[in-house]
């Protein structure tokens, strides 16, 4: 056998060239907008986060972007429970099919998704109308905040589900039964048992929603062509749009939402420490 | 049938065909959409046709397009694979520690929105050593990013059910050099787990729109950035387009779902 030191020398050459890509695409791009995000037309300091959180314009492209956001990640997070619980009540050929499904539809985001939902929802889309005539809706306006939920929830959904099925493995049919045996009723099975050991798994995937929201581009920007006010929009604007460039203040916001990115996963990775903890 | 099965079946298979029907809503909507002579202000349309399919099918800018994807998307994964099969290969048989720190790193690229990484990117590379904005060649190295978090995790996920170390040793008592064991028995081994997770990231890449729009946009037109162009023209139309993407993209994971099948 030849030196060790060769061979784990060979061996850190081969990391040569993923290091290379990996900082050139990733990591200099990143350090580029921290850095620049600092870089104000007075010299370098915090003027754009403070212009970024005074002015009224970029603190509603904030709130839009939280709102979206948390709503379309409570929503999508629901209808994944229910979704995955009774996913695990009916047959396999219906289960695995549906499943199948759900992981397929995972896809359909972005631009398609934009488009589809123009077709059905849009102001003469099929469902509005029938909606209308049926006088469930009086108007619906899918360009707006509202529309925007919708639309998120639903690309939400497969997410969710694909996240939560495998976590109500957690939950034994035997507890149940158990609980049952001893008296409990459906609601206090669930508020006792239920709910706290799935707990750890509901906010885990909650903030992987989250984050999943907060960073969408595509299908807002494709919806709305651009015209919607929420945090990515404003950021490619102010260095791709033909009007207004601004590459610090676009770096400053983008930062923002790196900050809420950041903070998400780190409670992430928390929560995931955490429920390893209970799963044993 | 298990005792949960019977306590109220009913109730979850409402549930689920809702699910399933939530889900269904805007492909069946499109899907008829693009197979509708016209359809506008009705809740049904007035006549089906194949005419969009065919006027998409024979659109030659389309079918540059499609082209031009299936260029990126490949020449990323191939990138990938190239990239990280020797980092994985180092980093499992010489440096077990490092997966520790690759774990945080392949963390940045799910935790950094891409609009967030255009904004350095269109910086860095429009001018300066390596000016490839507006080139295919940008969005091969963003798209190895995309890839990477996904790649690394099944390919070591792969790498430990084979048992690397031993199979090294073997290889090694026999004769061979670490290089000839690498490449005539790890890499057989990972033949299908690599397969699966290149056809998967092909999936979501062909998907990509961001990166597509911002860094290249017009200039190397991709479908994505093709399908919003046409956003404009006929609706029916799009609908052809995306109900065609949709199809390929099904056709791909469905192919590594075989895949994946076929293995356990």
């Known amino acids: 056998m030849k030196s060790t030191i060769s061979s784990k020398g060979w061996a850190l050459l081969c990391l040569v060239p993923f290091a290379l890509f990996f900082f050139a695409f990733q990591i200099a791009p990143l350090a580029w907008v921290a850095s620049n995000s600092l870089n104000t037309a007075e010299g370098w300091g915090l003027g754009n986060f403070q212009q970024a959180f005074s002015s009224p314009f970029y603190r509603q492209a904030m709130r839009h972007s939280l709102e979206v956001a948390f709503w379309s990640s409570l929503f999508g997070i629901v209808i994944a429970i229910i979704g995955s619980y009774s996913l695990r009540q009916v047959s396999s050929r219906l289960r695995d099919f549906v499943m199948a499904f759900s992981n397929m539809t ?34 619906f306006n899918l360009y707006s905040k509202t529309g925007l939920i919708v639309l998120y929830t639903y690309f939400q959904i497969p997410l969710g589900v694909l996240l939560l099925y495998p976590a109500f493995d957690a939950l034994r049919e035997d507890w149940r039964e158990s609980a049952e045996l001893l008296g409990a009723s459906t609601w206090q099975f669930w508020r006792h ?31 709305t062509t651009g015209n919607f006010n929420i945090l990515p929009i404003r950021i490619a604007a102010m260095v791709s749009g033909d009007i207004f460039l601004d590459p610090n203040m676009a770096s400053a916001l983008a930062m923002v939402l790196v900050g809420l990115m950041t903070l998400i996963t780190i409670v992430h990775q928390w929560l995931l420490r955490r429920s390893y903890h209970v799963a044993r | ?223 994505q950035v093709y399908l919003y162009n046409m956003r404009n023209d006929s609706g029916h139309f799009t609908s052809a387009l995306v109900i065609s993407y949709f199809m390929f993209v099904l056709l791909m994971t469905w192919a590594a779902n075989r895949l994946n099948k076929d293995k356990s």
């Not at chain 2, 990484?117 to 910086?123: A, D, I, N, R, T």
């Not at chain 2, 590379?125 to 690394?152: D, E, N, Q, R």
């Open chain 1, 193 to 223: 048992i239920g709910l706290p050991v799935l707990t750890p798994a509901l906010l885990g995937t909650f903030v992987i929603l989250l984050a999943n929201a907060l960073g969408a581009y595509a299908t807002v920007y494709a919806l």
């Open chain 1, 106 to 139: 995972s896809n359909f985001s972005g631009v398609p998704l934009a488009f589809a939902f123009i077709i059905l929802l849009g102001f003469n889309g099929a469902l509005t109308i029938l909606l209308k005539q049926m006088g469930v809706i009086e108007d």
């Open chain 2, 1 to 223: 049938m298990s005792p949960a099965e019977k306590r109220s079946p009913l109730f979850h298979q409402l549930v689920v065909y809702l699910l399933f029907l939530i889900l269904l809503l805007p492909l069946l909507g499109t899907l008829v959409y693009s197979l509708s002579t016209s359809w506008s202000a009705t809740i049904l349309p007035s006549g089906f046709t194949f005419k969009w399919y065919l006027a998409l099918w024979s659109d030659a800018r389309f079918l540059a397009a499609f082209g031009r994807s299936l260029l990126v998307c490949f020449g990323a994964l191939a990138l990938a694979l190239l990239l990280i099969l020797p980092l994985l290969f180092v980093v499992n048989y010489h440096f077990p520690r490092l997966d520790g720190v690759m774990n945080v790193l392949i963390l940045l690229p799910f935790a950094i929105p891409p609009v967030v990484s255009s904004v350095g990117l269109m910086q860095l590379f429009a001018s300066g050593p390596l000016p490839i904005l507006g080139t295919p060649w940008i969005l091969i190295g963003c798209y190895f990013t995309i890839a990477l978090p996904f790649m690394y995790r099944a390919i070591t996920n792969n790498l430990q059910a084979i048992n690397l170390r031993d199979l090294m040793d073997a290889a090694h008592l026999l004769g061979a050099s670490t290089w000839r064991a690498a490449f005539m028995v790890v890499l057989p081994n990972l033949r299908k787990g690599l397969m699966v997770s290149v056809f998967l990231s092909f999936s979501f890449l062909f998907g990509e729109f961001v990166f597509a729009n911002l860094l290249v946009g017009s200039r190397y037109e991709t479908l």
